[in-house]
Each structure stands twice: as C-alpha cells, then as structure tokens.
C-alpha cells in the first residue's frame, strides 16, 4: 500500500528500469485469476497477465483471501485499471480495489463486502452486485466514486428473479446490462442457461426494460456461466462450465438484438469439462478457456470441435482436476476513458539512481490552445474531486499543493502552460539522485486538466501513477 514517511516538498525520483506506460496494461492482455497462482496462503490464490500470443506471464498480486466470486474481476477502460475484490494480509477484510500492472492498488470502498459480479461501463459507472444490497439488487460508482441503487421504471429499486448471476457486463452499443445466471435460478423461468438483458434509461439510472433468451443444457441444471466478453457487434461469447458432460457446448454465442444463445463451439477435450473461466481474445481471434484438468488454456475459433489450440503458460494456472475452485478470465480492452496523459518513461523509479517520468498530454484539437495544469497526489486516484462539474481522477492532499506550487520547476518541467496547435504538450518528473529512501513503496498519480474560454474546467485526463522503489 501506497505510504509517505517524509514531507513530500523533499521528494526526487529516478530510474527502475520498468519501461511500462500509463497503468502497465496493455491492450489485448489475458488477465487470469485463480486460487493456483502463488497467494500468500495455499488457497488465497492470485491475479496473472498473460500474453496470449507468447504464454509470457507475470503475477503482480497475491491475495490472502481469494476472490468471492468467479466474476469479481474487470478491466475498467475508463480507469484503466483491473477492478477486483481481495485481501492481501491475514485479519483484512475484503474490500474493491482498482489495481495496475506494477501491483499498485487504490481502494474504491465496499470494505467487509463480498461483491458477486461486476461490469465496468467504460464511462466512469462500475455496476455490481454485493451482499450491501437487498437480494437480487444493482449497484454502481460513478467517475468520482459515489455509491447508487439501481432503480426500476418507477423509481423503486430494481430486484432481479435470479438469485444467482454467473457473469453481468454492460453493452454500451444498447446501453443495457446482461446477465448471465444459469439452471434452477434460471430467470427466464427455465433449469437452463440463461442470459437476461436489462435496457437502461438515457441516464444510466433505471431498467426500463428487460427480456430473456435460455439455452438447454443437459442434465437439466448442469451448466452455469464461468465467462461472458465482447466478440464484435451485437456477439458475445459465453463460456459455460458442464461438469464432466463432454457433449455439451461449452462456449455459446450471444447476440443482443434480438436476443438469442447458440453454439459457438463444442469442446471435445475431457479435461476442458471443468472450465471455470473463459474470455474472447481479439489477440488471437478466438475464444479462450481455461482447462482445469490439462493445466492450459485452449483456444477455439467460431464454430470448432476438438480438442482447441493450447497455448501453454509457464506456471501452474489451475489445480489440476478441480472443478469448482473460483477462477476468472478477462481480456483487457482498449481504454475508453478521457483522452490523455501517457507516460512515455518509467513506471516505477529508484529513489537512489534519480530519473525521469516524461509525459505527452493530448486532449484533442478541439482544446487547442487552452490553459492547462498538471497536478498529483500521493493518496490515491479515488474518489475523484470534481472541479467544474468535470471529475478530477486524484484525491487532493500535499502532494497535489506541492504540483501546484512548483509548477515548472526543475522537479516539474512543463507542468503548467497552453496546449499546441494539436491540442497536446510534453511535460516531465524529474528527480536527481539521492532521495529519501523512506518514501520507498509510495505511489503517486498525475492528472492534467485544462481550463476553458470562462476558464472553467473542462477536461480532466487519465491518472498516471509512478511507483518510487529503493
């Protein structure tokens, strides 16, 4: 966890060597947990980034309580951060945490809360369900933080006829909700498979509308969702578990309008009968499972049998024949979030070697010429501060003074001034060597916001976060 031991007006930074950009993530990234994955106790279990064309892997969390459900984890392309619910040390409650690629978390609350399922909308709304909420309830943060109820069409809140969700993710292209559930609880009112689609109002406060379509699968009640993610369009792939039934389709396609379920692939391997997670990768053009009895992971294309592509990972990815641990497979998207600032140096910096962060600012050509500000803060990236009406991605405290006031300095180059022709600028964090090795571990994050012909804000950028080791 981020911590400053020292008046942060000492602070000067350096060069790690860890060339990661933003959060780290990378477009197109598999993010896998599972209870396999080296956690602080046998069972805790962790979170991986995969390459899904090389199987290269790199593990920036163990958690010392797993996952409370295989659909608590999320790529927010808003944030740009992976969004989960774990503890990290014995006797910590759980709690949501926003995460990047170096291991650096912030807290969004939910603390001593099991969350079952979220979906990030991509616009700064993360929806959820938790055991805060009546049953069968919706809740969802907005871009700076605040908690809301999901509300039915008359304003009362809305409760769904499931009591058990597999998977739910947003459709932006039909701003609705999807479902996924799956046998005796089946919403559609039938012991299968089923996904409901919940249309959402203009404002993204209340169902205004909802419809169901189910898929049969035998024995009745057998399969439940483990993955529910993107294709193209109107298709999603949905990734079901059917026990040890190797004559069941494990990988469905979903289309939204109108709403159906059909086979996308049947999966003939054995040992794939247990998967419990599974994401469509626009890497490789096909849809991904994880096998918990081969230990890999198996690729397969619309409409292929077999036994898939494996692409193999040096590690260990799942206990090998279990087939109810919590798992889950994200892919990680494009970001969706304000246009921004990008860091085109280090993402972690030695206090001993002294270095440079530099980062680009573009706001597009619509804010050309416009004032802007680059401000920090040491606390964290949530709940935002709104300025303006506009959400600031940064908690104010010392550190965001200190930005302000030593703007355009040697330690802050660039910090304050007026956009280009373009709509961008170039600005830096600059640390000789030599600081406090105290301030070893803290993480501090950088926004920019620019000012309008009122000088008014309104833009706020991406945060960017520089994590300050030995």
């Known amino acids: 966890m981020p911590k400053l031991a020292a008046p942060l007006a000492v602070l000067f930074l350096s060069s790690a060597a860890l060339a990661q950009t933003s959060s780290g993530l990378y477009s197109g990234e598999l993010v896998l947990y599972s209870p396999a994955l080296n956690g602080v106790s046998s069972s805790s279990g962790g979170i991986a980034l995969i390459d899904p064309l090389s199987g290269a892997i790199s593990k920036?969390?163990?958690?010392?309580?797993?996952?409370?459900?295989?659909?608590?984890?999320?790529?927010?392309?808003?944030?740009?951060?992976?969004?989960?619910?774990?503890?990290?040390?014995?006797?910590?409650?759980?709690?949501?945490?926003?995460?990047?690629?170096?291991?650096?978390?912030?807290?969004?609350?939910?603390?001593?809360?099991?969350?079952?399922?979220?979906?990030?909308?991509?616009?700064?709304?993360?929806?959820?369900?938790?055991?805060?909420?009546?049953?069968?309830?919706?809740?969802?943060?907005?871009?700076?933080?605040?908690?809301?109820?999901?509300?039915?069409?008359?304003?009362?809140?809305?409760?769904g006829q499931s009591s058990?969700?597999?998977?739910?993710?947003?459709?932006?292209?039909?701003?609705?909700?999807?479902?996924?559930?799956?046998?005796?609880?089946?919403?559609?009112?039938?012991?299968?498979?089923?996904v409901q689609r919940l249309d959402l109002s203009a404002d993204g406060t209340r169902v205004v509308a909802e419809t169901c379509t189910h898929f049969p699968v035998v024995p009745t009640g057998d399969g439940f969702p483990v993955g529910l993610s993107r294709i193209d369009g109107d298709s999603w792939l949905l990734n079901v578990h059917t026990g040890k039934s190797g004559s069941q389709p494990r990988m469905l396609r979903l289309t939204v309008e109108p709403l159906g379920l059909s086979v996308y692939s049947y999966t003939d391997n054995p040992s794939a009968a247990a998967s419990n997670a599974g994401v469509y990768s626009h890497a490789r053009g096909q849809g991904v499972l994880l096998d918990t009895g081969g230990n890999v992971l198996r690729a397969f294309g619309f409409g292929e049998g077999g036994a898939g592509t494996v692409f193999t990972v040096a590690d260990v990815l799942s206990p090998v024949g279990t087939a109810n641990e919590r798992a889950s497979?994200?892919?990680?998207?494009?970001?969706?979030?304000?246009?921004?600032?990008?860091?085109?140096?280090?993402?972690?910096?030695?206090?001993?070697?002294?270095?440079?962060?530099?980062?680009?600012?573009?706001?597009?050509?619509?804010?050309?010429?416009?004032?802007?500000?680059?401000?920090?803060?040491?606390?964290?990236?949530?709940?935002?501060?709104?300025?303006?009406?506009?959400?600031?991605?940064?908690?104010?405290?010392?550190?965001?003074?200190?930005?302000?006031?030593?703007?355009?300095?040697p330690l802050l180059t660039g910090t304050v001034g007026l956009l280009n022709g373009s709509g961008g600028a170039?600005?830096?964090?600059?640390?000789?060597?030599?600081?406090?090795?105290?301030?070893?571990?803290?993480?501090?994050?950088?926004?920019?916001?620019?000012?309008?012909?009122?000088?008014?804000?309104?833009?706020?950028?991406?945060?960017?976060?520089?994590?300050?080791?030995?």
């Open 60 to 159: 920036p969390y163990a958690f010392h309580a797993t996952l409370q459900s295989d659909d608590c984890l999320a790529y927010d392309p808003y944030r740009d951060r992976l969004i989960f619910g774990a503890a990290f040390n014995n006797g910590d409650p759980m709690e949501l945490w926003a995460g990047d690629a170096l291991g650096n978390v912030q807290s969004l609350g939910f603390v001593g809360t099991t969350v079952r399922t979220i979906a990030a909308a991509g616009d700064g709304r993360i929806f959820l369900h938790s055991t805060q909420l009546p049953p069968n309830s919706i809740q969802w943060i907005d871009a700076v933080g605040q908690v809301h109820l999901l509300q039915d069409a008359t304003g009362q809140p809305w409760q």
């Open 164 to 194: 058990w969700w597999g998977h739910m993710e947003y459709d932006a292209e039909h701003n609705a909700l999807l479902l996924a559930s799956r046998g005796l609880t089946s919403a559609c009112g039938a012991p299968d498979v089923s």
């Open 329 to 409: 497979l994200v892919e990680v998207g494009p970001t969706g979030g304000p246009a921004g600032l990008v860091s085109l140096g280090l993402g972690a910096i030695s206090l001993a070697q002294g270095g440079s962060q530099v980062w680009t600012l573009d706001a597009g050509a619509a804010f050309a010429g416009r004032p802007y500000v680059i401000l920090g803060s040491a606390t964290g990236f949530a709940p935002s501060f709104v300025l303006d009406g506009t959400p600031v991605p940064l908690v104010i405290d010392a550190w965001t003074t200190f930005t302000l006031v030593n703007a355009n300095t």
């Open 426 to 470: 170039s600005a830096s964090f600059n640390v000789p060597p030599g600081a406090p090795a105290s301030l070893a571990g803290a993480t501090l994050h950088h926004a920019a916001i620019t000012f309008g012909p009122t000088f008014g804000v309104d833009f706020a950028s991406n945060p960017v976060a520089v994590q300050l080791v030995p």
